[in-house]
């Protein structure tokens, strides 16, 4: 049975909780992180550049002039890509670049992920956090006191809590979520995982179904 340790906001451990073997326990799929990760990465992408090519830009299609005779190049538009105002040759188009991947891969690509930090001793359960003002001090404090600095480090915490946020926001490698929203790009992107009490009951509610 996975386990991880619980500590209060001191960094003193004070409980060992047994975690969830159907979100945990799971050996992780090569297979199934890498067709979610080519998923997520992908859907990222926006798609969105467009430039002209020769049949878009403005200009006539006449020949400019003939073909023989005027002692100038040959010509046959004025939209040619190598005229100034010409369309782009291969210009590039919008397209839409996202992938579909079904319910139970995303649910067991993030599985993989947990089960992946619990196997390497690398998640950590926070018994309670209270951030009375968005202090920059006080998160760095507590990572400090935890014995976790200088890492990529995901924070799932429960509910709206906007001081906690603004308090880690300007820390690197530091990403806050509610816990609910967590991903498996962002666990296998990060060296730890923080959860508090409720957001791991959250995690366990919703994923572990």
């Known amino acids: 049975m996975p386990s991880a340790s619980v500590y ?5 451990k004070i409980d060992t909780l047994d975690l969830s073997q159907k979100l945990f326990g799971q050996e992780p799929n090569a297979s199934v992180i890498h ?3 080519r998923a997520y990465l992908a859907n990222q992408r926006q798609g969105t ?21 005027t ?4 010509a046959g538009t004025r939209t040619s890509p190598i005229w100034v105002g ?19 891969v995303k649910r067991l690509a993030l599985a993989s992920a947990l089960s992946s930090k619990a196997r390497d001793n690398k998640i950590t359960i926070l018994d309670q956090i209270s951030v009375e003002a968005p202090k ?19 924070f799932l915490f429960e509910g709206i ?8 926001r300007n820390i690197r490698g530091l990403v806050l979520k509610r816990a609910s929203l967590v991903n498996p790009y962002d666990l296998f992107n990060s060296d730890f995982l923080i959860m508090t009490r409720e957001a791991l009951k959250t995690v366990e509610e919703v994923f572990a179904r």
């Open 35 to 37: 067709q979610y990760l």
């Open 71 to 74: 002692g100038r190049a040959r």
């Open 136 to 154: 920059t001090k006080i998160m760095a404090g507590l990572l400090g006191k935890l014995k976790i600095r200088g890492s990529k480090i995901v």
């Open 86 to 104: 010409g369309g782009r040759a291969f210009a590039p188009q919008m397209r839409d670049y996202r992938i579909a991947i079904p319910k139970k």
């Open 8 to 12: 209060d906001k001191e960094g003193t």
């Open 49 to 69: 550049v467009k430039k002209k090519g020769r049949s878009e830009v403005r200009g006539s299609g006449a020949k400019p002039w003939r073909q023989k005779g």
């Open 161 to 168: 809590d906007e001081n906690l946020c603004k308090s880690g």
